[in-house]
């Protein structure tokens, strides 16, 4: 047990006061913390402000200081497993109100209390455990979602080897070094939901601190010893006749390796290809010039010329840290990204926040339970396209055009002093429609820096020198930086695939890739992908949420072969074209499937290719488990009794 800190009540002021009180309800057994008038108030953009009067505050923590002391003085937890009505409470009152009963399953799984959680492997009987001992899965990839793989395959004790091209762990957080590189979604949330780090300096944390959470986690569960790096999976042929997948790697050396797995998983998420843009004479230019995502360490910046190419996520975040640093740098935008105001962006978490989450149990819980819900649906409503919606296009309903006036408004308060500046940086498509980013005012106040000049006009050519713009300008340039994002629709792109009877993966997609809920399709049996075509999230909760659903119906997956003794599966393609048709549907309800906004999210066809259109809990249930009809089953020997 910890020491109680001097000024405990000074401590819990760090705290988030309605997570706090949720979780002391655990602690204490006293239903009281859950007053109606402590209620907070709901609110997805609030930082969990309960809304009540200071004095009120100070009561609160008075009294939960003095069951804290209590706890840390040896009183034991009073209620650690609550049953499912005060769990039902907890949550209405964290939530700020009443949560419909649907949801109740799906959180208290998000919850991951003691021994119910469904993302943990059951595989509970010898025969299982005996059959899952002869199977092996190949998982290409040691970021976040492979890792995750790997962590439940040994959970549930399937042999396995994970091979990426990189010399590390960390995927899209080793790869992604330029400066200013951070996570854009709270990192109390976008953690494994069984792994929290009460740790976080920040609230949104920078790259280098991500990355060593996933070594660390790499380190904890052991998995390097069953990580393959510096190699590359180069083909993946399936053979009929042994029910096993033959994959081709290139190590570092050049050599070639076949290896054989019943199973195989892609886990290299959805931007692992940077785009360079197709601009005339992008080869001539003479100096360096490189992408965000291989950013060159090598090459100085201060006091040099710089051209940065894109206005997205990435540029968003390394322009406001190379601006102070170059002597002049020119931002060369095609459309510009939206904001949403989050003041807290680059804040430290406060040491009494840390404190409370390492020493009062299940305030970690809470805290997270509470960010996850503001960002479960709670964002969604207002990026849905209303049908009836006749307004001007740069909105896609009522509630977008609100959304929409708070964003200007935030522009317009920021660039007071620069109104030249305001129509440049207001984009002309619905919030929504692209990926928004954070904003603290670091984005506009660097683009307000005397040494910055946003240029608008289309870029037309790169010559040695520099960059021309339509209107015949040329700039001049010593470095040049491409924030133009990544070949996201061009799924597995590195990766040649050969299916049943030889059937070729792109050619089936022909540009197009479509997944049963992103992850198998037919055709290509035991063939598994994360983070695939139809399952990225544009403004609700984490992505790591929907890897450990993705991977919880794999391994699901790898139970029924298991199980039944299956050699092979694969969707029926009936289902396969049901799930894809519905997805279609639903992603022209949203903003980001609007016809007036070009994105990464599509592909060449104009297909919303990358998002999920439907809530979290609608992944959320059909990952629970794979149901056997939507496959067709190989037999190879008799069910495991
Ligand atoms: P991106 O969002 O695709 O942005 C690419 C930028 O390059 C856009 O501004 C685009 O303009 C511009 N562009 C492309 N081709 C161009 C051309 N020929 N001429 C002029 N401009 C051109 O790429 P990204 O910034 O790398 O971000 C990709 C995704 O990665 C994000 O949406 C996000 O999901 C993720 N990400 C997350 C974080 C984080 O905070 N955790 C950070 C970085 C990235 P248009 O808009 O006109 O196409």
Not at 259 to 265: D, G, I, L, N, Q
Not at 297 to 319: C, M, N, P
Not at 430 to 435: E, H, N, V
Not at 587 to 607: I, T
């Amino acid at each position: 047990m910890a020491d109680v800190p001097a000024d405990l009540e000074a401590v819990l002021k760090d705290a988030h006061l309605p997570a706090l009180m949720t979780a002391l309800v655990q602690m204490t057994g006293d239903l009281g913390w859950l007053k109606p008038e402590w209620t907070p108030v709901y609110n997805p953009l609030s930082r969990g402000d309960p809304g009540l009067p200071e004095e009120e505050q100070a009561k609160i923590r008075k009294q939960a200081a003095a069951a804290i002391a209590e706890y840390l003085a040896g009183k034991p937890l009073q209620m650690p497993n609550p049953p499912l009505d005060v769990l039902r409470k907890q949550m209405d009152f964290v939530g700020g109100a009443p949560i419909p009963e649907q949801y109740v399953d799906f959180l208290v799984d998000e919850l991951v209390l003691k021994g119910r959680s469904t993302k943990e492997p059951h595989f509970d009987t010898p025969r299982l455990k005996e059959a899952a001992r002869k199977l092996n899965v190949l998982v290409i990839g040691a970021g976040m979602s492979g890792l995750l793989t790997g962590i439940r395959l040994s959970q549930a004790g399937v042999p396995f080897e994970i091979v990426d091209k990189n010399p590390d762990v960390g995927g899209t957080w080793f790869e992604n070094s330029y400066p200013g590189c951070r996570v854009d979604n709270s990192n109390h949330m976008y953690s494994y939901s069984f792994e929290p780090s009460h740790e976080w300096p920040q609230h949104f944390s920078p790259q280098p601190v991500l990355l060593e959470y996933f070594r660390g986690i790499a380190a904890k569960y052991d998995l390097k010893t069953h990580i393959r790096f510096e190699t590359l999976v180069e083909s993946l042929t399936w053979d009929e006749a042994k029910g096993v997948w033959r994959a081709q790697l290139k190590g570092k050396d050049g050599k070639t390796e076949t290896v054989e797995a019943r199973a195989v998983v892609t886990a290299v998420g959805q931007l692992n290809q940077p785009r360079m843009p197709d601009i005339e004479g992008l080869a001539s230019f003479a100096g360096p010039a490189f992408h965000s995502a291989e950013w060159r360490h090598d090459v100085e910046l201060a006091g040099k010329r710089v051209g940065v190419i894109g206005t997205g996520a990435s540029a968003y975040q390394f322009v406001p840290e190379i601006a102070p640093q170059v002597a002049h740098l020119t931002v060369f935008q095609r459309n510009p990204p939206w904001g949403l105001p989050v003041p807290h962006y680059h804040e430290d978490v406060p040491e009494g926040m840390k404190w409370t989450l390492e020493h009062v149990p299940f305030y970690d819980k809470w805290y997270r339970f509470w960010l996850f819900w503001m960002t479960t649906e709670g964002f969604l409503p207002m990026v849905k396209t209303d049908p009836t919606w006749n307004g001007p296009p740069t909105a896609v309903g009522p509630d977008n055009a609100m959304l929409r006036e708070m964003a200007v408004a935030s522009y317009q308060a920021q660039l007071a002093d620069r109104p030249d500046l305001l129509d440049k940086v207001t984009p002309q498509y619905p919030i929504g429609g692209k990926r928004a980013v954070l904003d603290n005012g670091v984005w506009l106040g660097a683009l307000k820096r005397p040494n910055v000049e946003l240029v608008t006009d289309k870029v037309a050519k790169i010559t040695p020198k520099g960059v021309v713009t339509a209107d015949g300008q040329e700039r001049e340039f010593d470095v040049l930086i491409y924030g133009t994002g990544f070949q996201a629709s061009n799924f597995l792109s590195f990766l040649k695939v050969k299916g049943r009877g030889g059937r070729d993966l792109h050619d089936t997609w022909g540009g197009d890739a479509r997944a049963y809920l992103g992850m198998t399709l037919p055709g290509f049996p035991n063939f598994f992908m994360i983070y695939g075509p139809n399952t990225n999230i544009v403004v609700n909760g984490s992505i790591i949420f929907f890897s450990e659903c993705a991977v919880r119906y794999i391994v699901g997956a790898v139970k029924l072969l298991a199980e039944t003794g299956a050699q092979a599966m694969e969707p029926k393609q009936a289902v396969f074209d049901d799930f894809n048709r519905r997805v279609d549907e639903a992603n022209a309800g949203w903003a980001w499937g609007s016809p007036n906004v070009s994105s990464w999210y599509k592909n060449s066809f104009g297909r919303v290719s990358q998002n999920w259109p439907f809530g979290l809990i609608d992944y959320w249930r059909a990952t629970l488990a794979p149901n056997p009809d939507d496959f067709v089953l190989e037999r190879e020997r008799e069910p495991v009794a």
